[in-house]
Structure formats: structure tokens, C-alpha cells
């Protein structure tokens, strides 16, 4: 990965937490915590005048080693 495309990364993940500060306390929190095999990651997703729309996954290992990967990226 080129130093452009990593300095626009941390530039856009900046904005973000500027943005939602209770939302990456929250991911923060959670992932300070470890994410375990088994645990299940709920996401709600709510429209204006749109019925809400919810899906679930139970985190795998192979999801896990994904984490671990992006978590690795980002240093």
C-alpha cells in the first residue's frame, strides 16, 4: 500500500471519529474487549420513512483472522 492511499486511510478514519465520537468509543470498547469465536454482531439499519432493516452474524475464526489483519494494516 502507497503512503498517498494509507495517509487518505487515516485521514477518512479521523473524519469518521470526528464525526461519530460515540461510535468509535463504542468500537473501541468492544474491540478493547476481544471479539471471542461465537459472539454475535448485530447491525440495525433505519431509513427515514423506511422500515428498519436488521441482519446478524455469529464471528467465526476465519472472521477473527480478518480483524486481526485489518487491525495489522492500520498500524
Known sequence: MNPASIMKIMSAK???TD???RFAAFLS???GKG???G???ELKVT???QEAMVTN???Q???LELLQELKEMMR
Open 35 to 37: 471479539i471471542e469465536e
Open 19 to 21: 464525526n461519530h465520537p
Open 61 to 63: 475464526q476465519s472472521d
Open 57 to 59: 452474524i455469529k464471528v
Open 14 to 16: 479521523k473524519q469518521f
Open 47 to 49: 431509513k427515514p420513512g
Open 29 to 31: 470498547a468492544v474491540l
Open 39 to 41: 459472539t454475535i454482531i
